[in-house]
T-cell receptor, first 116, second 114 residues
């Protein structure tokens, strides 16, 4: 009964480099979400995957951000040409069913990204 | 569009005292409301959720919240604070329409003094 896992737990990179963050959802969960949490702030929605449907990318802040998910398994969030304002904790969540409004989202521990 | 406002970024209470964390929402359609807790260096954990079945919702660890439509509020309470309740608490909203993701408030950090 493993929960949502994310890797790496911490990532330090230099400005301008690309980074890739990974999320392993709970097995059988069809919906997967990425959020960003800047220091002292709430969570901002980035992108949502539901099964084989087209993802909801409406929260991605710029075209430097992209994400992929193969079926109902692992997802990767890629940030190209990182900027200092990208420094944040990136959280992944998954939920069991079709993303209904009362579904419980289960969160991973996050990846703390620091851009120097 | 929906939004959530959490009044008070930091709240400090004594152990054994009442905990009250405030959350007000804005939504043009009936909302679904959630409280999550985040312990240091951990992911968010669901405390409770309002799904329109009952206005008073009981959650884990002795927390409860009451949905008040007239006040557009969903405040979180606990009768007696414990040291282990020290954490950051987030209120979130979602609706039947539009985006499936949660919209979060900015969070309230709860300190419990011995």
């Amino acid at each position: 009964g493993a929960g949502v896992s994310q890797s790496p737990s911490n990532k330090v990179t230099e400005k301008g480099k690309d980074v890739e963050l990974r999320c392993d959802p709970i097995s059988g969960h069809t919906a997967l979400y990425w959020y960003r949490q800047r220091l002292g702030q709430g969570l901002e929605f980035l992108i949502y995957f539901q099964g084989n449907s087209a993802p909801d990318k409406s929260g991605l802040p710029s075209d430097r951000f992209s994400a992929e998910r193969t079926g109902e398994s692992v997802s990767t969030l890629t940030i190209q040409r990182t900027q200092q304002e990208d420094s944040a904790v990136y959280l992944c969540a998954s939920s069991l069913t079709s993303g209904g409004p009362t579904d419980t989202q289960y969160f991973g521990p996050g990846t703390r990204l620091t851009v120097l | 569009a929906q939004s959530v406002t959490q009044l008070g970024s930091h709240v400090s209470v004594s152990e054994g005292a009442l905990v009250l964390l405030r959350c007000n929402y804005s939504s043009s359609v009936p909302p679904y409301l959630f409280w999550y807790v985040q312990y240091p260096n951990q992911g968010l954990q669901l405390l409770l959720k309002y799904t329109s079945a009952a206005t008073l919702v009981k959650g884990i660890n002795g927390f409860e919240a009451e949905f008040k439509k007239s006040e557009t509020s969903f405040h979180l309470t606990k009768p007696s604070a414990h040291m282990s309740d020290a954490a950051e608490y987030f209120c979130a909203v979602r609706t039947d329409t539009g985006r499936r993701a949660l919209t979060f408030g900015s969070g309230t950090r709860l300190q419990v003094q011995p």
